[in-house]
């Protein structure tokens, strides 16, 4: 039974050298006094901040993409016990003994250092030469930028990191597929191909590099259908449920009201502790006839404002010359104020309290808008608005005993309805307001008054379209029942705080749906910023940007690259560009310049190079954002494995041969009887000859030695420099 104990046990392992050597030197190029400098460098001014956010449970929105990226670097300033306190408010504020900076900077630190031997195994996979796998590894090691950015608390070589692993997660699960499907390495690389991807896209927005699409050849339709539920597992499934884990850490993490609530809706800023959840806390649900309520706009665009009103009137006439109404002025005001409120009324009645037992008021209910301060209602009518002169301008109704009536009736609709007869509810009903006369719609424009309005934002009436923009829906934030007839007495209660608890928790679907939707469309006011540059500059490295400056010794950190390795690269890219179109038009031609094994590799290897350069390159054209040299460095990369590639199919294909001509050229004989014989030479790279170098067809040509009259052939030769000469 023990008989195994009587042989040793022998384990024998594969070690590349050129791999944990270049491992060891990328960890010791961007691990190497990491703490240094010891203080705020460039945009860890910007990161740090979410980073406190983080370790305080505070939520925030950060338009440059998901989450991924920010938890990260903030489960770095976990690990080294960082508890936020820290103002992050200057470049170049030296950090205290509270900052745990090589904590915070050893993220982004290792995954540069691994992009090393990534580079590496990307062109062993690729079949190259693993001396042309060794010079892509040196020139990532070695590339300035790509050292500086590793070194600070950056997000870009974690993108990288993670874009470079699901290239060869899917190289190693493509060479395996051809051998040995559905094994455990199988899986495993396919799996981390999907999480790999998913991660990438977790860290930032920007274009990714995407992976060459393969074709996939199997007979039987079982196993058709198994490769398919296997790939769209691990590519779909798998790479979505973790993207949706991210933004569900995220939100669970952050459940603080923080500086951000401001843009999100009412519904999401009422889930989250203290802010608008300990203002709104306990208000009835549904909104009634003598409800006191504050309008809050859905857009949000250009800043979270609320319906609001005030004692000044619209100006007898604009300095364009048109006339207004004089009226009292409606606009939209970006901060609370009691005069946000309005009591919903019954226009069938009084009264502007709420009955026992309350009336709610349901989709399609015709309702007026009394101003809480100053009880005038809300109106509109054929009268142009200020700014926007095609639209109807909305007023309070003040009565000038003149022919203007009175026009103050407005339908109710829910948007966000399920029925018919759905109660309008606070937070939760997205409404707008159909003006009854004119079937005018209450919008928000966007456009600032002048001085005379305050610089507040413009509300209008506009006829009714078909769509539902969001600057004309409206939603309950702050809601309370009516209960005071007299004007004094509720103005004190305008004043006053609300009661009751109801709660309005969101789920995590919904809050999901609209934080992805502001990430994507919340645009910050971007200013012209001393180091921004255009995706133009990038290329040949026109800019730099200075990281940091020491005011004693003068130390400086700036963000520029290698210029010999950046020359090489724009190089690289031309030259395979160049080549790949010259194959291309002679394969066209049935002039086969290379191998069909090496055709296919130099098409692979460019489909990735350059198609992730130019995928992470070129969407940068349309981006209306500031933009610094640091956004190129994905692409950059891309850039930098082409160089051995390049480098290598030179010397394989066209450099073979040293001392003769370039390609294959064959030397044809031909002669008559009793003629001197004479030679001559055919370059194979004339496009004009579709007959020679790797060529099916055949010529045949008049070749009579020794006097015979026979038709001998040139054949195509299947060799560089080769040609069989047959008889036929």
Known sequence: MLGFLKQPVVVTAEINVNLVALTVMGLVNRLWALSYPRAV??????????????????????????????????????????????????????????????????????????????????????????????????????????ITQSRLMLLESVLIFFILLAILSYLKFYNLQKCSPFTAGWWFWLLLTGVACSCAVGVSCAPQSDLAREVIKVSAVVSVLCHLLARGLALVVVPVAMYLSFFYVHLTLLYRSGPHDQIMTSAFQASLEGGLARITQGQPLEVAYGSQITLRN????????????????????????????????????????????????????????????????????????????????????????????????????????????AQNLWRVEIVNRESDTDVWKTILSEVRFVHVNTSAVLKLSGASLPEWGYRQLEIIGEKLSKGYHQSILWNVEEHRYGKSQEQKEREVELHSPTQADISKNLSFVARFTELQWKILTLKNEDTEHKYSSSPLDWITMDTNIAYWFHPLSGAQIHLIGNVLTWASANVATLVYVCLFLWYLLRRRRKICDIPEDAWRLWVSAGGLCVGGWAVNYLPFFMMEKTLFLYHYLPALTFQILLIPVVLQHLTDHLCRYPGKPTGCSAVLISGDEGSEMMGFIVPAAALTSGTLHYVPSVVTLPCLPEGHGENYSVNACTAPGKVNCSPV
């Open 41 to 146: 460098v460039f945009d860890e001014v910007y990161y740090g901040q979410f980073v406190s956010l983080y370790m305080k449970r505070i939520f925030f929105v950060d338009d440059s993409g998901p989450p991924f990226g920010h938890m990260l670097l903030a489960f770095g300033g976990y690990l080294g016990g960082f508890d936020g306190n820290f103002l992050w408010n200057r470049i170049g504020a030296e950090y205290n003994m509270n900052v745990p900076i090589w904590s915070l900077r050893l993220l982004p630190a290792l995954t540069g250092a691994l992009c090393v031997p990534l580079a590496y195994q990307i062109l062993v996979e690729l079949h190259f030469s693993h001396c042309a796998a060794l010079g892509a590894a040196l020139l990532i090691l070695f590339e300035n930028s790509l």
């Open 298 to 405: 859905v857009l949000g665009k250009p800043m979270p404002c609320w319906l609001h009103s005030h004692k000044s009137t619209y100006p007898i006439r604009y300095e364009n010359g048109r006339g207004s109404s004089h009226q009292q002025q409606v606009t939209c005001y970006p901060f609370k104020d009691v005069n946000n409120w309005w009591i919903v009324k019954d226009p069938g009645r009084q009264q502007l309290v709420v009955s026992n037992p309350p009336r709610p008021v349901r989709h399609g209910h015709i309702v007026q808008l009394v101003h809480g301060i100053t009880t005038r209602y809300l109106n509109t009518h054929d009268v142009a608005a200020p700014l926007s002169p095609h639209s109807q301008e909305i007023s309070c109704y003040i009565d000038y005993n003149i022919s203007m009536p």
